[in-house]
T-cell receptor, first 112, second 116 residues
Framework: EAQVTQNPRYLITVTGKKLTVTCSQN?????MSWYRQDPGLGLRQIYY???????DKGDVPEGYKVSRKEKRNFPLILESPSPNQTSLYFC???????????FGQGTRLTVV | AQTVTQSQPEMSVQEAETVTLSCTYD???????LFWYKQPPSRQMILVIR??????QNATENRFSVNFQKAAKSFSLKISDSQLGDAAMYFC?????????????FGTGTRLKVLA
């Protein structure tokens, strides 16, 4: 089954404790991206990747890191999480930068 | 900069009736793509419909259709014969070339309630 898999689905952590949210897709998509969803703001892009080893900032990259060492995986790293990073996070992939995005199930992150 | 505006934070529709969700966007590009996504309470983002800007014909997917007015930069979603399962948050999205790549820009969403 074609899918984008994110883990974990729920995470509560404390300020400053490094965490990683994993994302994997099995569709051989080139384009992957991370979004955060906040009430009243819709989805905003954090980082995106056009292919292996090619990543770039989205609209709200501060406080986040990504890497793309393999085509299928695109983890999101929060080196020192802060409460303002409490949000719903989505990973998405698409065949290229013009195709429809397939989304993961979302990760609800709470930073206390 | 490109923007996407959904001016209706919430809409209601009676079961079996038709409802239209509005979306406007602002861009100076000629090559772009427009999407509607559905987010039910499970929070999964589900693609509803996709429209390519160079195609004049409005996209349709079963009970879902769009009214794409390129000159007016309007992209509304019509849901016919509404069902209880259509209750969700709906996001309009634009994907156009920005700084060498095609970025997604989402609207703030419209919450649709379906009344039995």
């Amino acid at each position: 089954e074609a899918q984008v898999t994110q883990n974990p689905r729920y995470l509560i952590t404390v300020t400053g404790k490094k965490l990683t949210v994993t994302c994997s897709q099995n569709m051989n998509h080139e384009y992957m991206s991370w979004y955060r969803q906040d009430p009243g703001l819709g989805l905003r892009q954090i980082y995106y990747s056009m292919n292996v080893e090619v990543t770039d900032k989205g609209d709200v990259p501060e406080g986040y890191k990504v890497s793309r060492k393999e085509k299928r995986n695109f983890p999101l790293i929060l080196e020192s999480p802060s409460p303002n990073q409490t949000s719903l996070y989505f990973c998405a992939s698409s065949f290229n930068d013009r195709g429809a995005a397939f989304f993961g199930q979302g990760t609800r992150l709470t930073v206390v | 900069a490109q923007t996407v505006t959904q001016s209706q934070p919430e809409m209601s529709v009676q079961e079996a009736e038709t409802v239209t969700l509005s979306c406007t966007y602002d861009t100076s590009e000629s090559d772009y793509y427009l999407f509607w996504y559905k987010q039910p309470p499970s929070r999964q983002m589900i693609l509803v419909i996709r429209q390519e800007a160079y195609k004049q014909q409005n996209a349709t997917e079963n009970r879902f259709s769009v009214n794409f007015q390129k000159a007016a930069k309007s992209f509304s979603l019509k849901i016919s014969d509404s069902q209880l399962g259509d209750a969700a948050m709906y996001f309009c999205a634009y994907r156009g070339r920005t700084s060498g790549t095609y970025k997604y820009i989402f609207g703030t969403g419209t919450r649709l309630k379906v009344l039995a």
